[in-house]
């Protein structure tokens, strides 16, 4: 089993959608987590931390369920440059990050 | 700030030739990475360096060594290119440890060996 999986996708969506990607770990002692966004042939971006309690940063939502060890992301009133690729990270320990494959995502007007 | 830079940007090797990534970065940070990106796997650490003068081996640093030239620079060295390690190169840096800190990328290098 990998240690952090997500849904590949594409997830095609209209502008406006509100579309959720989820991301499953698979050890239960893993710190930290982070979405970070990847544009086509481009470098990784940190999009936003994962707090426990849950964060929201204008359209977009954070939660973290250590119970059933994932983490999910929601974006509300989807734009055609939210188009990318988002990239699971779960951090064990230190320096120790484990990036997931990533979620495509389009939107299409 | 240029931020984290990376030479070359695209590189194509033969079996068994060697070359040198470099990877540089202005912002002061303590902690560089080396990365490698391959379709449907996910970034994986090769190497990395907390600090100056240390390095430490990631996820698969087989093929690779690195050498942390002082706080700003940090480069990936591949002895005996091999096809296996055609991929993308990310170099990345932090303030601090990467559980605690953005992690900063850089532009890439695309690799290919024959």
């Known amino acids: 089993r990998k240690e952090v999986e997500q849904d590949p996708g594409p997830f095609n969506v209209p502008e406006g959608a509100t579309v959720a990607f989820n991301c499953t770990y698979s050890?239960?002692?893993?710190?930290?987590f982070f979405w970070y966004r990847q544009d086509c042939r481009k470098e990784p971006k940190l999009l936003m931390s994962?707090?426990?309690s849950g964060n929201e940063d204008g359209r977009f939502t954070a939660q973290l369920n250590r119970a059933s060890q994932y983490i999910s992301l929601l974006i509300r009133d989807s734009k055609l440059s939210d188009s990318a690729t988002y990239l699971c990270v779960v951090i064990l320990y230190g320096n120790k990050l484990v990036f997931g494959a990533g979620t495509i995502l389009r939107v299409k007007s | 700030n240029a931020g984290v830079t990376q030479t070359p940007k695209f590189q194509v090797l033969k079996t068994g030739q060697s070359m040198t990534l470099q990877c540089a970065q202005d912002?002061?940070?303590?902690?560089m990475y080396w990365y490698r990106q391959d379709p449907g796997m996910g970034l994986r650490l090769i190497y990395y360096?907390?600090?100056?003068?240390?390095?430490d081996k990631g996820e698969v640093p087989n093929g690779y060594n690195v050498s942390r030239l002082n706080k700003r620079e940090f480069s990936l060295r591949l002895e005996s290119a091999a096809p296996s390690q055609t991929s993308v190169y990310f170099c990345a840096s932090s303030y601090l440890a990467a559980n605690t800190d953005t992690q900063y990328f850089g532009p890439g290098t695309r690799l290919t060996v024959l």
């Open positions: 912002m002061n940070h303590n902690s």
């Open positions: 050890n239960s002692a893993s710190q930290s």
């Open positions: 994962v707090y426990s």
């Open positions: 360096s907390a600090s100056e003068g240390t390095t």
